[in-house]
Every structure is written in structure tokens, then in C-alpha cells.
């Protein structure tokens, strides 16, 4: 039987291409590849003459690989975003009702974390850390010399990592639905909230019911779908069980071990005010720690998935926060 949720992948790679971007496979370091969508004018290829023209080879899981020949040249008259995915999918189809909205005025990047999509590592580490460093080569690989990172959830925790660790190449964040670190309190007050036994069996569901219920605490309005789409859900999106299980393990440490960074970026939260996962008080809480570099927007009638619950409202908050960063920017 055909799955429907495979078969919907051609169509939505189809329209990524058509919105102006396109998979890439990046050897970070021996044994670590990680796939990109990058823009596609960026892919440049030389010529023994010298010439250029843009390439892309197509592996055969649909990605391409660049050659040593090739290269990336950012566009320097589109500023670069760069959008980072939660944990229960993987970039294009955690951001697709964002990245047409942002290409036109954006350099939009859309990294797919190590075991999501294509991207591995052989490495043992499984830290937030690892999987910011990684961006962070990444896009140095891939030519970007500055960009606004956007990040959800576990993407969030990944992109405030990410801020702290390169702030020559980060310059500003938006987080939406996440928090700085998973400290062993915040997870076990969450997940006793939640009525959940572990990270696991909230963010890792092995069946139906299991699916139902990660998607009834990160929706606000109750969605439907037959439990069909939910079985090819769970078979296409929910592989690497291992790994990702080592992932989460690897993202709790200890109150102990947290420290506030002092971020020189702008940081933006843009959130969905019934989220029931990380509610509108720790949000608050957090925007308090992070100072007053740090600004704070809610949306309403949307919980943790606020990107895909109201899209349109998302999108406008948050290219309101870019034209005004890049306003300041261009005041200096």
C-alpha cells in the first residue's frame, strides 16, 4: 500500500524548488554529512575555463551533493534567515508555510538536523551543542558570513547554541515554542503537566494513539486526520528511533550546569499564547533572563505549533522583526 505521506514528498519538494530552493548535502567533517535547502542561485560551479553556471546533482535520495569544484556565493543583497525544525519533522515540512513568504526579500536556508532528513554523523556526542557547531560549519561551508536564525522547539534550544557559540555569524534570533536549556526541573514539571512518563513517549510516539496525543498537546484546535495518515506519519517522519531517543537523552542537564549567556544579539520571541508545552509564563520568564535586548510577541488561538496553526500571522510578526533589524542595521 502506498504511503501518503511519502508520496506528498515529491510534491512538496517540487514546490520548494519552485519557492526558490534546493537540497544540498554538506560533509561537515569525516562522518558528518548534513543536508541543507539553499537558495539556488547561491550553487555556483567552475569550469576548467573558469565559467560559471548553477549545478545541482541529484543524489538518489533526492539531495545533492556539491563537488569540490563547486562553491556557494550568498546573495549579498538578500540578508540571510535561517530556519531550524523541531523535533517531530524535519525542515521543509516543519517551515513550508514560511519559506515562500520569506524568498523574495530573503537568502532563506533550511537545515535538517543530524538524524532528520538525510542528515548523519557517526559522532557520539547528541548535545544541542553538536548540533549547533554543525549548523554553524555548515553555513561557513556554504558561504554565509551572517544570517537571523529562526528556530522551534528543539530547534530553538539548537539556534540559542548556535547564538552563543558563533556571534560573528549569528546576528539576531527569533525562537519560537522553546527555551534556552531542558533543565532536569523544567522537564519533569512539563511532562508531569503534560501527564507524560518521558521525553520519549511524549516526542517519540510509536503508535496511533501515541501520535494523537503529541498532536491534542501541541495543537491549540483539535485536528482530525484518519488514522491512516497517521501510520504513514509515524513511518515517514518518526525514524532513527535510537538516535533520536540519545538526542533527547542529551538534552536535559542539570539545573546545576545552566548559566544565562550574555547574548550581544537581538532576540525575538514569537510565540503561541495557549501553548501547552512551554506556556506563556516561561516564556515571560525567560524574555526577563535574557535582558532587554530581548522582545516579546504572542499570537492567539495558537499553542506550540503556532507557525502552522496561524501562518499568516506568524509570517508578519516575523518579517516585522526583520525589516526592523534590518533597518537598525542600516542606521549605523
Known amino acids: 500500500m502506498v504511503n501518503l505521506v511519502e508520496a506528498q514528498k515529491p510534491l512538496l519538494h517540487g514546490l520548494m524548488k519552485l519557492a526558490g530552493i534546493r537540497p544540498h548535502?554538506?560533509?561537515?567533517?569525516?562522518?558528518?554529512?548534513?543536508?541543507?535547502?539553499?537558495?539556488?542561485?547561491?550553487?555556483?560551479?567552475?569550469t576548467k575555463k573558469n565559467k560559471k553556471f548553477t549545478t545541482t546533482t541529484l543524489l538518489s535520495n533526492n539531495q545533492c551533493a556539491i563537488s569540490p569544484e563547486s562553491t556557494t556565493k550568498p546573495d549579498p543583497n538578500k540578508p540571510v534567515?535561517?530556519?531550524?525544525?523541531?523535533?517531530?519533522?524535519?525542515g521543509i515540512v516543519t517551515?513550508?508555510?514560511?519559506?515562500?513568504?520569506?524568498?523574495?526579500?530573503?537568502?532563506?536556508?533550511?537545515?535538517?538536523?543530524?538524524?532528520?532528513?538525510?542528515s548523519v554523523t557517526d559522532s557520539s556526542d547528541r548535545s544541542p551543542g553538536f548540533q549547533a557547531e554543525c549548523l554553524g560549519k555548515g553555513l561557513r561551508k556554504l558561504g554565509v558570513e551572517n544570517c537571523v536564525v529562526v528556530g522551534f522547539?528543539?530547534?530553538?534550544?539548537?539556534?540559542?547554541?548556535?547564538?552563543?557559540?558563533?556571534?560573528?555569524?549569528?546576528?539576531?534570533?527569533?525562537v519560537s515554542g522553546s527555551i534556552l536549556?531542558?533543565?532536569?526541573?523544567?522537564?519533569?514539571?512539563?511532562?508531569?503537566?503534560?501527564?507524560?512518563?518521558?521525553?520519549?513517549?511524549?516526542?517519540?510516539?510509536?503508535?496511533?494513539?501515541?501520535?494523537?496525543a503529541l498532536l491534542k498537546v501541541a495543537a491549540y484546535k483539535k485536528l482530525w486526520f484518519p488514522d491512516r495518515l497517521h501510520r504513514d506519519f509515524l513511518e515517514v517522519m518518526f525514524t532513527n528511533r535510537k538516535e533520536r531517543g540519545e538526542l533527547l537523552e542529551g538534552l536535559v542537564v542539570s539545573n546545576k550546569d545552566t548559566t544565562i549567556?550574555?547574548?550581544?544579539?537581538?532576540?525575538?520571541?514569537?510565540?503561541?499564547?495557549?501553548?501547552?508545552?512551554?506556556?506563556?509564563?516561561?516564556?515571560?520568564?525567560?524574555?526577563?533572563?535574557?535582558?532587554?535586548?530581548?522582545?516579546f510577541h504572542g499570537i492567539n488561538k495558537a499553542g506550540h505549533l503556532v507557525h502552522l496553526e496561524r501562518p499568516c500571522v506568524y509570517n508578519k510578526c516575523l518579517k516585522q522583526f526583520l525589516t526592523s533589524l534590518h533597518a537598525e542595521k542600516a542606521q549605523k
Request: hydrophobic content about 45%.
Open 25 to 46: 548535502s554538506i560533509e561537515i567533517e569525516p562522518g558528518t554529512i548534513m543536508n541543507f535547502w539553499v537558495p539556488s542561485e547561491t550553487i555556483i560551479q567552475k
Open 153 to 174: 522547539s528543539y530547534g530553538g534550544m539548537v539556534a540559542f547554541k548556535m547564538a552563543e557559540m558563533f556571534p560573528d555569524l549569528v546576528e539576531a534570533l527569533v
Open 81 to 90: 534567515v535561517v530556519l531550524i525544525h523541531g523535533f517531530a519533522g524535519e
Open 261 to 295: 549567556p550574555n547574548f550581544p544579539q537581538r532576540i525575538h520571541l514569537l510565540w503561541g499564547e495557549n501553548d501547552q508545552i512551554f506556556n506563556l509564563e516561561l516564556a515571560q520568564n525567560m524574555k526577563h533572563q535574557l535582558g532587554e535586548k530581548t522582545t
Open 95 to 118: 517551515w513550508q508555510f514560511q519559506i515562500g513568504a520569506l524568498t523574495k526579500k530573503y537568502s532563506v536556508y533550511v537545515p535538517d538536523l543530524l538524524f532528520f532528513g538525510g
Open 181 to 212: 536549556a531542558m533543565t532536569d526541573s523544567i522537564s519533569t514539571t512539563t511532562l508531569n503537566g503534560l501527564g507524560f512518563s518521558s521525553s520519549s513517549e511524549l516526542l517519540l510516539p510509536t503508535s496511533v494513539k501515541g501520535l494523537k
